[in-house]
Antibody, heavy 119, light 109 residues
């Protein structure tokens, strides 16, 4: 079965750090670009980051630029999001999503992992 | 990277058709034919319904269709069914970024 499974969420204090992971199974991660998308409680979807198949191209949304770092380990079929200097407004469910046509068609999503930033 | 504009809510009766609009700019929706639409039921991950403005992934009913004109895209759902009640989000490729709409809650009356 083709699936993505996120992990690493939890409660963190403002200014803290957290590393999210996304494990892919049922397909070869190295063949697809990947994205992180988040959703604050009761709010809409917000695109966070993009990483190309070989990690040669990386993009971030303005709200996380300079604080978040996306990476991948194709040998481990895994995607990561390192988050630093976390703020209250980073509280959200974080999804990893497969970009199957390299043009923003996110066809496979994980179940999401909740990140809560609070003192 | 401003969010695309969608109506907050739309509604329709079973069997009717509804259209959800998605307005962007000449830097995103207007610049590329890469608009996608997602359906999200409460507590669930989003599901891809339309990509590249008009294309449907395998398994998505042909009741769902997409279109675009200028800086605005639309999702039309015909023959509304109870299970179509959900939140719908548009998303546009924009080169160095992707941008979502604010979401539209569809209520099936």
């Amino acid at each position: 079965e083709v699936q993505l499974v996120e992990s690493g969420g939890g409660l963190v204090q403002p200014g803290g750090s957290l590393r999210l992971s996304c494990a892919a199974s049922g397909f070869t991660l190295s063949s697809y670009s990947m994205n992180w998308v988040r959703q604050a409680p009761g709010k809409g979807l917000e695109w966070v980051s993009y990483i190309s198949t070989s990690s040669s191209t990386i993009y971030y949304g303005d709200s996380v630029k300079g604080r978040f770092t996306v990476s991948r380990d194709n040998a481990k079929n895994s995607l990561y999001l390192q988050m630093h200097s976390l703020r209250d407004e980073d509280t959200a469910v974080y999804y990893c999503a497969r970009d199957w046509n390299f043009r923003g068609a996110f066809d496979i999503w994980g179940q999401g992992t909740m990140v809560t930033v609070s003192s | 990277q401003s969010a695309l504009t969608q109506p907050r809510s739309v509604s329709g009766s079973p069997g009717q058709s509804v259209t959800i609009s998605c307005t962007g700019t000449s830097s995103d929706v207007g610049a590329y034919n890469y608009v996608s639409w997602y359906q999200q039921h409460p507590g669930k991950a989003p599901k891809l319904m339309i990509y590249d403005v008009t294309k449907r992934p395998s398994g998505v009913p042909d009741r769902f269709s997409g279109s675009k004109s200028g800086n605005a895209a639309s999702l039309t759902i015909s023959g509304l069914q109870a299970e179509d009640e959900a939140d719908y989000y548009c998303c546009s490729y924009a080169g160095r970024y992707r941008v979502f709409g604010g979401g539209t809650k569809l209520t099936v009356l």
